[in-house]
């Protein structure tokens, strides 16, 4: 049977499982007051996110866009400095063209600190107004996207938490969905299967080549993607870490793959190529978690599932963290941060299966509106650097 | 095999621990009982057998590092005597509290 709830509808045709206003800071000398609107609205309506930078990087442009034009996204407040090198006229440009209530606040022009911070209150408080009133629509499972994500790993990720991933992927796959897994740098050691489930001889080419920058990146930065918590929880190489991290994906046919910022065409399978073109720039592909989450979303991720062993406790703003815990002691100790006890089976009281069925299910009721344990707490993290990436090849897309 | 150690694939030449195993278990081996001289934590890997220098580690069938010294049946497996064949592994300390250490 075909899953349906309600949707926000975009103009785009693009729909939505949430409705919220952004304040996006477009340098870190607006980030105070970015802050300080956003602040005493309720965490659901109105979410911060933001680039620190004043230097241009088209990557930040381009995922700024994407993200303010997301789904999840009503309408959106830029705060500017004034002076940073971000360009304003062009992501406002984006956002209206996506008839999305658009407005940017400039704080050298409009009287500093405080009377920007209250001027930025008042439309907020106008746009709530208008984004209330966005077209609701029946929507499906095969209109949803679907991230995952591990972090803080440990031994337990890739016994439990993992596969239960993968499974919930290989069901929303069937139902239509598109699922996007990623980082490259941990499927450093699984080319060679990997290449085997690609569509396309000519997709399993790309497929292993961005493995292999990963791994070039990587040694010249002299570390791979592997945190002390890695070792304290028993994995012992980058190898290791990448056999339990490859097993989200599932066992579906891999339909594509994408950059940061490229959407889906359709369902399928999709590995999302997250380390930089080109040399070594601007330091680690992700400096952590949530420039993960946010590259998924701004590839259209409705949610992120997100598997931890050792005990991540955050969530994202935009799209809702599902927080899959995989060792069954962090679970007893972190339980009021975690959505689903993937621990279980490793106790031996459930199986891979019936875990992967009710992360199925927590992602049905999470988009008819349940709310995850991140957003109950009020996780709204947001993470945005510099990157450098080339297009896409044209191998890498499905034909739609 | 038995207790709380689990072999993830045929092939593997290490057992995964499902809980803590505290010092002084007795693990069956295919080669007899040994006794664990340190504690396990949950997640932790042991040899299943003697192991010898330069052997590859498998883990659900697939190598996941070489070894940098034998290892006998029943000892701990990880970053001490273990390498990646890949990137070199960052550990503040590892599970017995030994100072920091890089295997490269």
């Known amino acids: ?400 | 095999m038995t207790g709380p150690f689990i072999l993830l694939h045929p092939n593997d030449n290490v057992l995964v621990a499902r809980k803590l195993a505290p010092e002084g278990t007795n693990v069956e081996l295919a080669s007899g009982t040994i006794t664990l001289t340190q504690a396990i934590p949950l997640a932790h890997k042991i040899a299943c057998r003697d192991i010898a220098e330069g052997e590859r580690i498998l883990k659900y069938g697939m190598p996941i590092g070489i070894t940098t010294h034998a290892i006998a049946a029943g000892a701990h497996v990880h970053v001490h005597n273990i390498r990646s064949a890949y990137t070199p592994t960052y550990a503040l300390q590892d599970a017995n509290g030994q100072s920091a250490e890089v295997s490269s």
């Open chain 1, 1 to 400: 049977m075909k899953q349906q709830f309600q949707g926000y509808l975009r103009a785009d045709g693009r729909k939505g499982i949430r409705n919220t206003i952004v304040v996006a800071y477009l340098v870190e000398c607006a980030h105070f007051v970015a802050s300080k609107i956003v602040a005493g609205f309720d965490d659901n309506d109105v979410q911060l996110i933001g680039f620190p930078g004043c230097f241009p990087n088209e990557y930040a442009a381009r995922m700024m866009e994407r993200l303010c034009t997301h789904p999840n996204v009503g309408g959106v407040l830029f705060v500017s400095l004034g002076c940073e090198s971000f360009d304003k006229v062009r992501a406002s440009k984006a956002v209206s063209d996506s008839n999305r209530p658009v407005e940017t606040l400039v704080i050298q022009r409009s009287g500093g600190t405080a009377k920007t911070v209250a001027t930025g209150k008042g439309w907020v408080r106008s746009a709530l107004t208008k984004v209330a009133q966005v077209e609701r629509a029946p929507m499906g499972v095969d209109e949803l996207i679907i991230g995952t994500i591990c972090g803080g790993s440990d031994g337990t990720s890739g016994i439990s938490g993992n596969p239960a991933a993968g499974k919930a992927f290989d069901l929303l796959i069937g139902e239509g969905a598109a699922c996007i897994f990623e980082e490259t740098g941990e499927l450093i050691s699984c080319e060679d299967i990997m290449v085997e489930r690609a569509a396309t001889p000519e997709l399993g080419k790309e497929l292993r080549a961005a493995v292999e920058k990963a791994e070039r990146y990587y040694a010249t930065l002299g570390y791979g993607s592997f945190a002390a918590g890695n070792a304290a929880g028993g994995l012992s190489t980058i190898e290791e870490k990448s056999l339990g991290a490859y097993v989200k994906s599932g066992d579906s046919q891999i339909m594509g793959l994408i950059k940061p910022g490229d959407v889906p065409p359709k369902g399928g399978l999709y590995l999302m190529d997250v380390v930089p073109d080109g040399e070594v720039r601007f330091g680690f592909p992700n400096i952590s978690d949530n420039a993960e989450i946010v590259e998924m979303i701004a590839s259209g991720a409705h949610m992120t599932l997100f598997v931890t062993g050792r005990g991540s406790v955050v969530g994202s703003a935009i799209s809702p963290v599902i927080k899959i815990c995989a060792n069954p002691d962090t679970y007893r100790a972190l339980e009021d941060d975690m959505d689903v006890n993937a621990g279980a089976i490793i106790e031996g009281l459930r199986s891979i299966e019936e875990v992967g069925q009710e992360i199925h299910d927590l992602v049905i009721s999470v988009a008819k509106g349940a709310q995850t344990k991140s957003e109950i707490l009020g996780h709204r993290e947001f993470i945005l650097t510099y990157k450098t990436f080339e297009p896409i090849g044209p191998s890498c897309l499905p034909t739609v």
